[in-house]
């Protein structure tokens, strides 16, 4: 499974930009896709989630300002993001997991592949 993110940029506070991620090879069931971060300095942190049946999940950062969602045609998966704030500069990441728990969606181990990132920079 090959995964290519992009979309990042440089956006001031209050803004907002579209993360696209492109996913190609091999396909499972029960999959779910995710969006991770990492600031500088930072652990990798949980941004969003879509599973194989479309219910979404959110960290509690992001909840009410990010939405996740998927072209199943393209093989796309989005996160819109707005109302962005200096905080959410980070490197944003995809990754997609098979036969995740619920329990497990927001932890970075449970997802095989990743993408290459993108840079997404808020400033104040």
């Given at each position: ?71 199943k045609a393209k093989n796309t998966v989005y996160l819109q993001m707005s ?30 592949y990743w993408g290459q990132g993108t840079q997404v920079t808020v400033s104040?």
């Amino acid at each position: 499974v090959q995964l290519q993110a992009s979309g990042g940029g440089s956006v001031q506070a209050g803004g907002s930009l579209r993360l696209s991620c492109v996913t190609s090879g091999r396909t499972f069931t029960s999959t779910t896709i995710a969006w991770f971060r990492q600031a500088p300095g930072k652990e990798r942190e949980f941004v969003a989630a879509i599973r194989w049946n479309g219910y979404e999940y959110y960290g509690d950062s992001v909840k009410g300002r990010f939405t996740i969602s998927r072209d199943k045609a393209k093989n796309t998966v989005y996160l819109q993001m707005s109302s962005l704030k200096p905080e959410d500069t980070a490197v944003y990441y995809c990754a997609v997991g098979t036969g995740i728990i619920l329990s497990a969606i927001r932890e970075e181990t449970s997802y095989s592949y990743w993408g290459q990132g993108t840079q997404v920079t808020v400033s104040s």
